[in-house]
C-alpha cells in the first residue's frame, strides 16, 4: 500500500495523544494536544517508526542536540511513533530528551493515518516530517526511506522561511 502524504496548506487535523511527559499522577501519558502549540508555537511532526531501533534512536539524539536551535525558531518537535507512552518514557530517558515522544498506540497508528503516514503491512508509522505553521496549516511534508535519517539542517533552513 502506498503512502498519500497529507498536502502542504491544508489544516492539520487536530489530535490528543499520551506522551512521554510524567502525567498529573506521576506516571507517563501526560496527554499533548496539537491546538496546545496553535498560536505559539510552528510544530514539527517527527513521525518514525520505533523507539529504541538504530535510525531512530539517532534522530532524536540529534533533535535533543540542536533543542535550543528548534526554540529560538520557534518551534516545538514532537516525536510520534505507535510505541506506548511508557516506552516512549523509558527511550526519552535513556536519550535525554526534553521533548516530548507522542504514543500513538491505540487505536494503533490513527494519527499517522490521518496524515497519510501510517504503513499498514508494517504496523507502524513510516519516517516523515510534517510542519505545522502557528496558524495551524500545514507547511512542510517529507518522507524519508525508513533507513534515511531526516536532516535537521534542513528542517531549520525551511523554519527561518516561516518567520
Same mark, same amino acid.
Given at each position: 500500500?502506498?503512502?498519500?502524504?497529507?498536502?502542504?496548506?491544508?489544516?492539520?487535523?487536530?489530535?490528543?495523544? *499520551?506522551?512521554?511527559?510524567?502525567?498529573?499522577?506521576?506516571?507517563?501519558?501526560?496527554?499533548?494536544?496539537?491546538?496546545?502549540?496553535?498560536?505559539?508555537? *510552528?510544530?514539527?511532526?517527527?513521525?518514525?517508526? #520505533? &523507539?529504541?531501533?538504530?535510525?531512530?534512536?539517532? %534522530?532524536?539524539?540529534?533533535?535533543?542536540?540542536?533543542?535550543?536551535?528548534? %526554540?529560538?525558531?520557534?518551534?516545538?518537535?514532537?516525536?510520534?511513533?505507535? &510505541?506506548?507512552?511508557?516506552? *516512549?518514557?523509558?527511550?526519552?530517558? %535513556?536519550?535525554?530528551?526534553?521533548?516530548?515522544? $507522542?504514543?500513538?498506540? *491505540?487505536?494503533?497508528?490513527?494519527?499517522?493515518?490521518?496524515?497519510?503516514?501510517?504503513?499498514?503491512?508494517?504496523?507502524?508509522?513510516?519516517?516523515?516530517?510534517?510542519?505545522?505553521?502557528?496558524?495551524? $496549516?500545514?507547511?512542510?511534508?517529507?518522507?524519508?526511506?525508513?533507513?534515511?535519517?531526516?536532516?535537521?539542517? &534542513?528542517?531549520?533552513?525551511? #523554519?527561518?522561511?516561516?518567520?
Amino acid at each position: 500500500m502506498a503512502l498519500d502524504p497529507i498536502a502542504v496548506g491544508v489544516e492539520a487535523p487536530e489530535f490528543e495523544l *499520551h506522551s512521554s511527559l510524567l502525567a498529573a499522577n506521576g506516571k507517563p501519558g501526560k496527554k499533548i494536544r496539537l491546538s496546545d502549540y496553535r498560536g505559539k508555537q *510552528h510544530v514539527i511532526l517527527a513521525f518514525y517508526p #520505533l &523507539d529504541f531501533s538504530p535510525v531512530c534512536t539517532g %534522530e532524536n539524539s540529534c533533535f535533543q542536540k540542536m533543542f535550543t536551535d528548534f %526554540e529560538a525558531a520557534s518551534a516545538v518537535v514532537l516525536g510520534i511513533s505507535v &510505541d506506548s507512552s511508557w516506552t *516512549h518514557a523509558a527511550f526519552a530517558r %535513556e536519550l535525554g530528551l526534553a521533548h516530548p515522544l $507522542l504514543a500513538d498506540f *491505540h487505536p494503533k497508528g490513527e494519527v499517522a493515518k490521518q496524515y497519510g503516514l501510517y504503513l499498514e503491512e508494517s504496523g507502524m508509522t513510516a519516517r516523515a516530517t510534517v510542519i505545522v505553521g502557528k496558524d495551524g $496549516l500545514v507547511k512542510y511534508v517529507k518522507v524519508q526511506q525508513i533507513p534515511e535519517p531526516r536532516s535537521n539542517r &534542513d528542517l531549520l533552513a525551511f #523554519l527561518k522561511t516561516l518567520s
